[in-house]
């Protein structure tokens, strides 16, 4: 089975709330994972980045935990804006033998902010 | 400095023709993955390129394949087209290979009829 896999596949926010978007994966010996965005018609575009050894990171408005005991990953986004309006990814960098990694992708949650 | 850059954007081809799509990573940038994105299947690992090598393959028949030229840059191919092919190709490229972020290209939307 896939080793990432999001909570909620669908996340409806009003405008200026906190967002929370969650993923859990399966790999412990994992050392990095990544949360992505996907607007319409583009490729991924990077958020923000947590390595094994932190539980926690901050960036502009957004704000990565790191559960490493239940293999758990949150995106936090402060006062959320219609901009922020897409599918959002967790992604896992899995080691696969050699000096090899692979990113795997979860599912994806849709966020929607309502004005 | 310029992103990850994908051509062409959309292709529309027929079952048992191939196709090629191209990649520029981000300038210094020297390893090249390719993923491809689907509805039912979300994004799924093609293969990696490193200093022109292949380093790192997904779950896919050969008649995907790829290659990278001496300025880092990409291609992919697929042979035989099947129905099934139809989906969105993201090149990402990275400074390097092991934990290293990986920047996404806007995608190639291809469609098999």
């Known amino acids: 089975g896939e080793s990432v896999g999001l909570h909620l596949p669908t996340l409806s926010v009003q405008e200026g709330d906190n967002s929370i978007i969650n993923c859990a994966y399966s790999n412990s010996a994992s050392d990095y994972f990544i949360w992505y965005k996907q607007e319409s018609g583009k490729g991924p575009q990077f958020i923000i980045d947590?390595?094994?050894?932190?539980d926690k990171r901050q960036g502009q408005r957004v704000t990565v935990l790191l559960n490493k005991t239940v293999k758990h990953l949150s995106l936090q986004i402060a006062a959320t804006q219609p901009g922020d309006s897409a599918v959002y990814f967790c992604a896992e960098n899995v080691y696969s033998g050699g000096s090899n990694y692979k990113l795997t992708f979860g599912k994806g949650t849709l966020l929607t902010v309502n004005p | 400095k310029a992103g990850v850059t994908q051509t062409p954007r959309y292709l529309i081809k027929t079952r048992g023709q191939q196709v090629t799509l191209s990649c520029s990573p981000i300038?210094?940038?020297?390893?090249v993955s390719w993923y491809q994105q689907t509805p039912g299947q979300g994004l799924q690992f093609l293969f990696e390129?490193?200093?022109?090598?292949?380093?790192n393959k997904g779950n896919f028949p050969g008649r995907f394949s790829g290659r990278q030229f001496s300025n880092s840059r990409s291609e992919m191919n697929v042979s035989t087209l099947e129905l099934g092919d139809s989906a969105l190709y993201l090149c990402a490229s990275s400074r390097s290979r092991g934990a290293d972020t990986q920047y996404f290209g806007p995608g190639t939307r291809l469609t098999v009829l």
């Open positions: 390129y490193f200093s022109e090598t292949q380093r």
């Open positions: 300038s210094g940038h020297r390893s």
């Open positions: 947590i390595r094994s050894n932190m």
